[in-house]
């Protein structure tokens, strides 16, 4: 086994604890952080433009590099937390490649599903490329489908743990693709999100843990839709239980310099924060039990 893998079979670096505010702005994490970026983790590849051949729309907060790209501390993080060893991860928003990458480093068996195939071959090709340079224990699989479609083609219960971000309904565009959920109007998108939450829970094994990664979008008027509340009811509806509700505090980066004027024209604060729900299926104290030590 490579020095890479050994080191991270252990779990992220010390500081990093399971706390209900998780700060991903402080030492630790940078470190961490800092660490995936040295072993040349190119979360961006795909993510650029619209995976479907036209230019993404970014609304409330434009990023010089495109889209919002997952952090692979908080992916190793909860994998370490919430998976067993050597488990089988259910992504059904996989997006970039960073989810998969993590996991297949840590030596966890991964699969993901993604609208857009430009997307899935980028994603191929950068494991491919990890593997090569033995960074990979186990090698992350992605699927190319619209998740609704695609996990009702999966076995009950085939995985000890579902790990996603999905769209924050149109907070980023992605594509004008009728099946992607980040161009369709908000009742649409709630029934399609309550479907793909639903195939989910019955993918995962009984007295498993699940966990979504999530954040509050505004309507045409501006006020909070509660994307975070329909997250727990779907997943309630789907037979499943709110285990734990954290934040994630993000770097402030601009949000600094946007708020002034934000506030002056319609009193909104800057949100520098996500919402890491976590989810039981069946019994937690057994879904506990199939954990490693924590230490």
Known sequence: MSSVRHENRYGPAPGIT?????????????????????LGLDSGKGRTADPFGGMAEYKEHPLPSGPSLFDPVLAEASYRWYCPDGGSILDPFAGGSVRGLVAGNGGYRYTGVDLSGVQVAANRDQAAEWEARDLLAVPPR?????????????????????????PYHNLERYSDH???LSSMRWPRFERAYREIVAESARCLAPDRFSTWVVGDVRDSAGRIRGLVPLTIDAHRAAG????????????????????????????????????????????????????????
Not at 28 to 38: A, G, I, K, S
Not at 278 to 290: E, L, M, P
Request: glycine share 6%; proline share 7%; net charge positive.
């Open 178 to 180: 009728p099946d992607d």
């Open 142 to 166: 992605w699927v190319e489908g619209d998740s609704a479609k695609t996990l009702s083609l999966l076995a009950d219960g085939a995985f000890d743990y579902v790990f996603t971000c999905p």
């Open 18 to 38: 399971p706390m209900s505010v998780i700060r991903s702005d402080m030492g630790p994490w940078r470190e961490r952080r800092r660490y995936w970026n040295e």
């Open 240 to 295: 499943m239980h709110l285990h734990n509700d954290a934040v994630l505090l993000n770097v402030i980066g601009t949000a600094a310099m946007r708020l002034p004027a934000q506030w002056r024209a319609s009193r909104k604060v800057a949100r520098i924060h996500q919402y890491v729900l976590t989810f039981v299926k069946g019994d937690g104290k057994r879904a506990t039990g199939a954990l490693p030590p924590f230490v």
